[in-house]
């Protein structure tokens, strides 16, 4: 399986939060290194990877999550064009111009968004972002009532993107956030498949993110993992950004370190780094809510948790950039971390 390749299908496949089931089957398909893959009530894939160790074994989460950003259809007008709104936090300036996917009662429909072009904007629009209620979707209807055939109000719309290949092994597309981290969980089932451990792992692409973090809360509170890894993407270096506020691409993910990561478990992580020459950089996180991690560390009587960041360019648009060597850095981070734990570990836990 090259998990590299699932990334790209995942990648251009449409899983807006709450309505992810077409990517929970791809994922689903994609694990062949699981001993187990099922899909709870809320619909997060929880795969499981069973430990050698004695019962009880010690249980590790490593939670990611599957949805997008994404558009809904608030209107349709008078010669069949859309109006819509956002589902998750997109940056309207980069919606403009974009091509899109509409999904409608019978399939699909490519449509553009568009605004009023700058020839005839008043004094001073040129220089500012369009806003939102200005944008529109035109799929090329006539008319409001040939919309409706195949539109409704409350239908989605996605980017559509496909995956492009950068120099070296950097790629470009959209949904990146966060599946790649749903990639990095793959990568690590892969490599604990070549080595012996004792816990139980659960892998877990989790939904609805985007909107509240909703599938990590679930899928923690069934689970009750011993140790938390929320695997997410962070700000990645570019041009006019501070180096204190990102972390740069190629040198592996950006190990958190804040009061929502366990501080045993963030130094058994460095130190597993170190050991085995994988190269990570650290990534303060001192204001935790984000991302799953929080959800994960919250849930029932508090999970040992930590975040594991791989570096992302231009976050929310739709040409999110990264480097694959950082996902598969990450997963093999993970997977040596997973092979080094013991019962004595998991137990000390409880006391800083």
């Not at 496909?162 to 949904?175: D, F, H, I, Q, R």
């Not at 740069?248 to 963030?266: C, E, F, N, T």
Request: hydrophobic content about 40%.
């Amino acid at each position: 399986m090259d998990v590299k390749q699932v990334l790209r299908t995942l990648s251009e496949a449409a899983g807006v939060s709450g309505y992810e089931r077409e990517l929970a089957q791809l994922i689903e398909a994609s694990c062949p290194w699981a001993d187990d893959v099922r899909t709870d009530k809320l619909g997060n894939v929880i795969m499981l990877k069973k430990g050698q160790g004695p019962e009880p074994r010690p249980k590790v989460m490593l939670a990611a999550h599957m949805d997008e950003i994404g558009l809904i259809v608030t209107k349709i007008e008078k010669g069949g064009f859309l109006r819509f709104s956002t589902i998750g936090g997109f940056d309207q300036r980069a919606l403009l111009a974009q091509e899109v996917l509409v999904h409608g009662r019978n399939g699909t429909r490519s449509g553009v968004i568009g605004a009023k072009p700058p020839h005839i904007q008043a004094p001073g629009e040129q220089s500012k972002a369009v806003p939102m209620k200005d944008l529109f979707i035109d799929a090329g209807f006539s008319s409001a009532e040939e919309a409706e055939k195949f539109v409704r109000v409350g239908d989605l719309v996605t980017i559509k993107r496909p995956v492009t290949n950068l120099n070296g092994s950097y790629m470009s597309g959209k949904a990146f956030d966060d599946r790649a981290g749903v990639a990095a969980i793959l990568e690590c089932f892969k490599v604990l498949s070549t080595v012996a451990h004792q816990a139980d792992v659960y892998g877990v692409a989790t939904v609805q993110e985007e909107v509240g973090l909703r599938g990590a809360v679930t899928s923690t509170y069934g689970i009750i993992p011993d140790i938390g890894i929320a695997i997410d993407v962070g700000f990645g270096d570019s041009p006019g950004l501070p180096d204190t506020d990102t972390i740069k691409l190629s040198q592996g993910p950006g190990i958190a370190i804040g009061p929502h990561v366990h501080p045993k478990v963030y130094a058994r992580m460095v130190q597993t780094a170190k050991e085995w020459n994988i190269s990570y950089s650290l990534d303060p996180s001192p204001y935790p809510g984000g991302t799953d991690a929080y959800a994960i560390q919250v849930t029932r009587a508090g999970v040992a948790t930590i975040l594991l960041s791989i570096p992302l360019r231009y976050m929310h648009t739709a040409v999110e950039t990264l480097d694959y060597q950082d996902i598969q850095r990450t997963g093999r981070l993970m997977a040596m971390f997973i092979a080094g734990l013991d019962q004595e570990f998991v137990e000390g836990l409880t006391c800083f």
